[in-house]
């Protein structure tokens, strides 16, 4: 079965709406296997207009390309290390100032072509060396990130260490980039299909802070 497709159908009829704009946005590859014995891979980013029963496709991005992956690398480099983790990287964004943003724009790229694609020097998940694993409970994921962070960044932060002012910033510097990235994404699909009903779904979704400026 098209696994994707069944989360994505779900948060359209969740949204009570027959007529609406859909934006997935998910961290990790998925391959979905078909009833007729088909397999495919979902890609990180769907762009979709959800109209009664069906979903038509206007925009994706593929693995391994992700806007999640993004934010999940930036949370593992500010040592929070726990699947789940990146909603600390939205809580300390506040403390900061987004003076790393200049930075961050060489691994997160905006593409016209493409919505956006990821500089994947700074990455290792494409390599098929981070290991992921949740069949012992609390899922577990490693560094998706290269040393190559670290040499932009400056040091990694390990996580007994205390937040300094430069956590705060590189985590203020990734919110704002998501956030940017994220709105450009909205608009786009919003050219697409004149529509102001949206649903975002995918655990992209769960940045609070970016949705709730969404209507901003």
Partial sequence: YDLCFCRRFRAARISKGDNTLMATCR??????HHSNGGKCHCGCLNCEHHIKEALNKLDEVLFPHSLGLFYTAITQYLGFLKYGDEYKVMGLAPYGKPIHIEKLNEILIKDQNKLFCLNLDYFQHHTGNVEMTWLTGEPKIGKVYSKEL???????RNPKDRIEKIHMDIASSAQKLYEETLFDILNKLYEKNNNDSLCVSGGCGMNSVANGKILK
């Fill in 27 to 32: 961290s990790c590859k998925h391959e979905c």
């Fill in 150 to 156: 670290a040499n932009l960044l400056g040091p990694e």
